[in-house]
C-alpha cells in the first residue's frame, strides 16, 4: 500500500506569486487533512477533508489560502498570494474512516519557501 | 487553549545511555496521545499512541512512553540510545471530540557516538 505523497518536496517562490500544493492520501482513506510546521514552532492544523467536503477549516490562517478536494481523492492547497509567513512545511495526512480518525498518517511534507 | 509543550529544544545523549524526551498536555477530556519522529528529510512517522489502558506504551524501535495523568504528561523514553535515533520528536495530542492533531514544537534529540 503506498503511503501520503505530496508534491513538490520543496518550493522557492517569490512574495506575490502563486503556489498550489498537492496530496494524494492513501487509497481509500475518506479523510485528508493540512497541516503546516512555520520554522521553530508547533505543526497546526489547517483544516480537515472528509470525502469533498469541508470537516473544519477553522486553522486556515487567511482567505489567501485555498483547499479543494474535488472527487474526494487527492487534495490541493493553493496560496495566492504568497506572503514571507507563508514560509513553512506543508504536511498533509490521512485517515481511513471516522472510526479510525486517530490513526492519521503523514506525507513526506512540502517545503515552501517564500522570498 | 488546548496545547502540547515540549519544554526542551534539544535533548543529546551520549549512545548507550537512556534517553527521555519530555512532554506534557492541556487538552479537555481524556485525550489520544501520540509521539512522531521525523527524520532529515523525512516526513512524519507515528512512533506510539496511548488510547486507553496501560499507562506505559511501547513503540517501534524500542521506544516507549508513559501516560500520567496527575502530571497531564506523556514522555518518550528508551533505555540505551543509538546515533541513528537522532531526529525530530513530536508529541501530539487528540480531544476525544475533534480529529485535528496538537502538536507540541517539537524535540531534536541528538546522539553521540
Known amino acids: 500500500e503506498a503511503g501520503v505523497t505530496q508534491f513538490p518536496s520543496h518550493s522557492v517562490i517569490e512574495k506575490g506569486q502563486t503556489v498550489t500544493l498537492r496530496c494524494d492520501p492513501i487509497s481509500g482513506h475518506d479523510n485528508l487533512y493540512w497541516y503546516r510546521r512555520v520554522m521553530g514552532k508547533e505543526i497546526k492544523f489547517l483544516l480537515h477533508f472528509v470525502k469533498e467536503s469541508k470537516q473544519d477549516e477553522s486553522g486556515m490562517p487567511n482567505n489567501r489560502f485555498l483547499a479543494e478536494r474535488t472527487g474526494g481523492t487527492y487534495s490541493t492547497l493553493k496560496v495566492q498570494p504568497a506572503e514571507l509567513e507563508d514560509s513553512g512545511v506543508y504536511f498533509c495526512a490521512s485517515s481511513r474512516d471516522a472510526l479510525s480518525s486517530y490513526e492519521q498518517y503523514f506525507g513526506p511534507g512540502t517545503r515552501l519557501t517564500v522570498t | 487553549a488546548q496545547s502540547v509543550a515540549q519544554p526542551e529544544d534539544q535533548v543529546n545523549v551520549a549512545e548507550g545511555n537512556p534517553l527521555t524526551v519530555k512532554c506534557t498536555y492541556s487538552?479537555?477530556?481524556?485525550?489520544?496521545l501520540f509521539w512522531y519522529v521525523q527524520y532529515p528529510n523525512r516526513g512524519l512517522q507515528f512512533l506510539l499512541k496511548?488510547?486507553?489502558?496501560?499507562?506505559l506504551v511501547k513503540g517501534s524501535y524500542g521506544f516507549e512512553a508513559e501516560f500520567n495523568k496527575s502530571q497531564t504528561s506523556f514522555h518518550l523514553k528508551k533505555p540505551s540510545a543509538l546515533v541513528s535515533d537522532s531526529a525530530l520528536y513530536f508529541c501530539a495530542a487528540l480531544s476525544y471530540n475533534t480529529d485535528k492533531l496538537i502538536f507540541g514544537t517539537g524535540t531534536r534529540l541528538q546522539v553521540f557516538p
Open positions: 487538552v479537555s477530556g481524556n485525550p489520544y
Open positions: 496511548y488510547i486507553t489502558g496501560d499507562n
